[in-house]
Every structure is written in structure tokens, then in C-alpha cells.
């Protein structure tokens, strides 16, 4: 019998994406501190996505209002690469 109860909630640091003709896999992972520390490009895989391009390009508005709406009520979230360029 198939287990009914939701699946658990994981952590993930680190995502690598392969890109097919068709599809797009993406590895989701923890980098321990002990093998940033090592500069390791070592980590475990914590879950696997795997979609058609057309959903994952779907998607990104979707995720873009999320996060937009999320830094309209607590502020603005800093991340390399992108730069607030609001402060002109």
C-alpha cells in the first residue's frame, strides 16, 4: 500500500540543473560546512525535480511575484547577482 502522508520538507544549499531537448532535472542538495570549508564541490543530492521546460518556464513569474510580494511586506532579500538598483 502506498504511503498516504505527505512527503517531508528538506533543506537545500546547493541545485544543479540538467537541461534535455524536452525536460530540465534539477538536484537539489546540502553542502555541509565541512566541505565548503575544503572548497569541495562535494554534496548530497537531498531531492530530485525533474519537468517539462514549458512548466519550469512557467514558473518563473510565478516564483518572481512570490518573492516580490514577499520583500513588499519584510524588505528587500540580497542576493549575488542581483543588485537593488533602485538606490540610483
Do not use: C, W
Amino acid at each position: 500500500m502506498p504511503d498516504s502522508s505527505p512527503p517531508q520538507p528538506v533543506y537545500a544549499n546547493v541545485v544543479n540543473f540538467t537541461v534535455g531537448a524536452y525536460d530540465v532535472v534539477m538536484d537539489f542538495g546540502f553542502k555541509t560546512p565541512e566541505h565548503a570549508a575544503k572548497r569541495s564541490l562535494d554534496y548530497e543530492i537531498v531531492a530530485r525535480v525533474a519537468m517539462s521546460l514549458a512548466h519550469a518556464k512557467s514558473m518563473l513569474p510565478i516564483l518572481a511575484k512570490v518573492i516580490a510580494e514577499y520583500e513588499k511586506q519584510v524588505g528587500p532579500i540580497t542576493a549575488p547577482g542581483f543588485e537593488d538598483f533602485s538606490k540610483d
